[in-house]
Nanobody, 114 residues
Framework: VQLVESGGGLVQPGGSLRLSCLASGTIWTITVMGWYRQAPGKQRELVATITNGGTTHLTNSVKGRFTISRDNAKNTVYLQMNSVKPEDTAVYYC?????????WGQGTQVTVSS
């Protein structure tokens, strides 16, 4: 499975941004898709996941601000980021979980700064 992220950039605190992840290849083997992020000097952490059935999970630090969704017709998963904070600054990675392993996108930089 190939994953291509887009939508990152510079945003002011309190602003919004929407990330997209386009999946291609053997997409029927995917069970869960998600977004992770890695800030400078920190480990990669889970942000949000969505199952094939549409069940979502958000890490506590983004609940109430971020939303994960998917458009199966477009093979795309989205991360809507609202009320962003400087601590949301990181490289955001799209992830696809398959029975045989995980696939990752190349990452997209999100910088929250005034």
């Amino acid at each position: 499975v190939q994953l291509v992220e887009s939508g990152g950039g510079l945003v002011q605190p309190g602003g919004s941004l929407r990330l997209s992840c386009l999946a291609s290849g053997t997409i029927w083997t995917i069970t869960v898709m998600g977004w992770y992020r890695q800030a400078p000097g920190k480990q990669r952490e889970l942000v949000a996941t969505i199952t094939n059935g549409g069940t979502t999970h958000l890490t506590n630090s983004v609940k109430g601000r971020f939303t994960i969704s998917r458009d199966n017709a477009k093979n795309t998963v989205y991360l809507q980021m609202n009320s962003v904070k400087p601590e949301d600054t990181a490289v955001y990675y799209c992830n696809a979980k398959r029975i045989s392993g995980d696939d990752w996108g190349q990452g997209t930089q999100v910088t929250v700064s005034s």
